[in-house]
């Protein structure tokens, strides 16, 4: 399954793209870009679908349809991203899958309260569409999301 999606991805890294672009950052982005569609996609059935755009009453705790869409979508799009990640883009560091599993849950969690933060702002206070809010959101997330990934999570040491 790895070598079929890479093909596949590394069948669109034209030549037009090596000129300008690593096939590292294009790997990244190109699965990044699959898991934010999927994200998305998941988010938005998850709000209109599942929770019916309705508040749910856990216990002495409401969750408003647009975060409880975020809690069930974000899990979800993280195991699929990372999986992509380690496996197609960043596939050479020495690190352990275990070390980086915990480094990518802790950017994971950065971005969860980012989004969480994010929506509650323009849902609750500027009142904008939810599903609008979460692709507004998620823009931000992924630049700091590709620095922490190449630097942090799948770390690798310098060739010389």
Not at 96 to 123: C, D, E, H, W
């Amino acid at each position: 399954m790895k070598g079929w999606i890479t093909r596949c991805i590394d069948w669109f890294y034209l030549p037009i793209f090596r000129r300008w672009i690593p096939k590292e950052l294009f790997r990244y982005g190109f699965c990044g870009a699959a898991n934010l569609c999927f994200d998305i996609l998941l988010y938005a059935g998850c709000y209109h679908f599942l929770f019916h755009r309705t508040n749910w009453q856990l216990g002495c705790v409401v969750i408003s349809p647009h975060i409880a869409a975020l809690l069930i979508s974000s899990p979800i799009a993280t195991l699929t991203g990372f999986w992509l990640q380690k496996n197609i883009t960043f596939k050479a560091s020495p690190l352990r899958s275990s070390t980086q599993l915990f480094r990518y849950v802790m950017v994971y969690l950065a971005n969860l309260t980012i989004n969480y933060l994010g929506i509650k702002l323009l849902v609750d206070v500027l009142q904008v569409y939810p599903t609008v809010s979460k692709a507004l959101v998620t823009v931000i997330t992924v630049g700091f999301s590709f620095l922490m990934q190449k630097y942090f999570t799948f770390w690798r040491p310098r060739q010389s």
